[in-house]
């Protein structure tokens, strides 16, 4: 099994930054791709961020683009989803996954998934 911990949540202005943390602990050899989802209040959970653990492969959806970056240290088996100017409908409970596949964007190719940090942006 691999253990995920997110870190770093808040509440923050629009316009502000925040930069969350996910600390992977377990079996991670077999994880292949780190990703970041949100889940804004009464919607569907979302797909934010993913990068290839050996590799720098990143993928976001158009919504952050320019805005989130994702990054990994693999030494410390942590990834990180810096946010940029946050928006309030950047509002959610954000989660960390962990997936055995290569470019993982969707909850189903997803194994295992953090408890989540709360995330608020006032405008």
């Known amino acids: 099994q691999v253990q995920l911990v997110e870190s770093g949540g808040g509440s923050v202005q629009a316009g502000g930054s925040l930069r969350l943390s996910c600390a992977a602990s377990?079996?991670?050899?077999?994880?292949?791709?780190m990703g970041w989802f949100r889940q804004p209040p009464g919607k569907e959970r979302e797909f934010v961020a993913a990068?290839?653990?050996?590799?720098?492969?990143?993928y976001y959806p158009d919504s952050v683009k320019g805005r989130f970056t994702v990054s990994r240290d693999n030494a410390k088996n942590t990834v990180y989803l810096q946010m940029n100017n946050l928006k309030p409908e950047d509002t959610a409970i954000y989660y960390c996954?962990?997936?055995?596949?290569?470019?993982?964007?969707?909850?189903?190719?997803?194994?295992?998934w953090g408890q989540g940090t709360q995330v608020t942006v006032s405008s």
């Open positions: 990068i290839s653990w050996g590799l720098t492969r990143t």
């Open positions: 996954a962990a997936a055995a596949k290569l470019k993982a964007t969707i909850t189903s190719e997803y194994d295992y």
């Open positions: 377990g079996r991670t050899f077999s994880t292949t791709t």
